[in-house]
Nanobody, 115 residues
Framework: QVQLVESGGGEVQPGGSLRLSCLAS????????MDWYRQASGKQRELVAR???????NYADSVKGRFTISRDNPKNSVYLQMNDLKPEDTAVYYC?????????WGKGTLATVSS
């Protein structure tokens, strides 16, 4: 099973920025679609952003224009640049991939937006 390790969370004020990173194990990273999900307290986990092996990206409406997903295949890494953060962006952010019908999740990294 693929192992995913997130980093980069923290606490910022509204309007601030954070850059999340996800390091994946495995030798076929360049063939995987990679996702960032988030889960706020008391809410369901939701898909935030997705990047395909061909670098096609999709975003949740709530983050369009503020968040950018990217990948660095030689580093087996995917990133989420989060700008103009809002209190409602506060959540645990998870890295995800699904290979052969098997889901792999990281343990998550907490991003808190508070004044």
């Amino acid at each position: 099973q693929v192992q995913l390790v997130e980093s980069g969370g923290g606490e910022v004020q509204p309007g601030g920025s954070l850059r999340l990173s996800c390091l994946a194990s495995g030798s076929l990273f360049n063939l995987w679609t990679m996702d960032w999900y988030r889960q706020a307290s008391g809410k369901q986990r939701e898909l935030v952003a997705r990047i395909t092996p061909t670098y096609k990206t999709n975003y949740a409406d709530s983050v369009k224009g503020r968040f950018t997903i990217s990948r660095d295949n030689p580093k087996n890494s995917v990133y989420l640049q989060m700008n103009d953060l809002k209190p409602e962006d506060t959540a645990v952010y998870y890295c995800h991939t699904g290979i052969g019908g098997m889901d792999s999740w990281g343990k998550g990294t907490l991003a808190t937006v508070s004044s």
